[in-house]
């Protein structure tokens, strides 16, 4: 079974630039979710989709983080504008259902903002 | 929110001794998943648990579900260098926002060979 593919790796850019990042879940896998890990912290839970609908996003900095999963499969998370603070690796999991259900994580997109 | 305090913060072994770590919560679960983490890639799944006192084991790893369903632990049996990573505990509750994973801060292990 192919794993939770993300892209690109890694990202450097300025501060006030615009990014973007794109997870592809494994197949199947109905809920999504979008974590932020900041060096030398557990995963911090950004936006959970369920197929193509948001079922939790409390902690999106919405002003600046968006994100989409407008088929129910592949999912972008974007950043605009970017600020220092933002340098974090960001990783995409899935799972086959919200609950009872193991997450799968990508190797994640690390960012740095300069 | 949910807490989740992951103890000790690190370890350094030798080869072949055991390790215990652990994680408490401040509110119950109703699943408990532990994951290690290696340098430049996503966690990945060693142990997940669903049910209060549930004591599991993957090879060398043994992990348990505590009774009052606000703790639990990993153990690792007869250490070796490929053991070493950052070890992650995450709880998930039941109902709305609390199907949230919450993770721990992490046990980084480092084994001496």
């Known amino acids: 079974e192919a794993g939770v593919a993300q892209s690109p790796r890694y990202k450097i850019i300025e501060k006030r630039q615009s990014v973007a990042f794109w997870c592809n879940p494994i197949?199947?896998?109905?809920?999504l979710y979008w974590y932020q890990q900041i060096l030398g912290q557990g995963p911090k839970l950004l936006i959970q989709?369920?197929?193509?609908?948001?079922?939790?996003d409390s902690q999106l900095p919405k002003d600046r983080f968006s994100a989409e999963r407008l088929k129910g499969v592949d999912s972008t998370l974007k950043i605009q504008p970017a600020k220092l603070e933002d340098s974090a690796v960001y990783l995409c999991?899935?799972?086959?259902?919200?609950?009872?259900?193991?997450?799968?994580f990508g190797n994640g997109t690390r960012l740095t903002v300069t | 929110g949910q807490q989740l305090n992951q103890s000790p913060q690190s370890m350094f072994i030798q080869e072949g001794e055991d390790v215990s770590m652990n994680c408490t919560s401040s509110?119950?679960?109703?699943?408990w998943l532990w994951y290690k983490q290696e340098p430049g890639e996503g966690p990945v799944l060693l142990i997940a648990?669903?049910?209060?006192?549930e004591l599991t084991s993957n090879g060398r790893l043994t992990a348990q579900f505590g009774i009052t369903r606000k703790d639990s632990f990993l153990n690792i049996s007869a250490s070796i260098p490929s053991d070493v990573g950052i070890y992650f505990c995450?709880?998930?509750?039941?109902?709305?926002?609390?199907?949230?994973?919450?993770f721990g801060k992490g046990t980084l292990l480092t084994v001496n060979p």
């Open positions: 999991a899935s799972s086959l259902r919200p609950s009872n259900s193991p997450l799968h």
């Open positions: 197949s199947g896998h109905a809920t």
């Open positions: 989709f369920q197929n193509n609908g948001v079922v939790d």
């Open positions: 509110s119950i679960f109703n699943t």
């Open positions: 648990l669903y049910k209060a006192g």
């Open positions: 995450a709880g998930q509750g039941s109902g709305g926002s609390n199907y949230k994973l919450t």
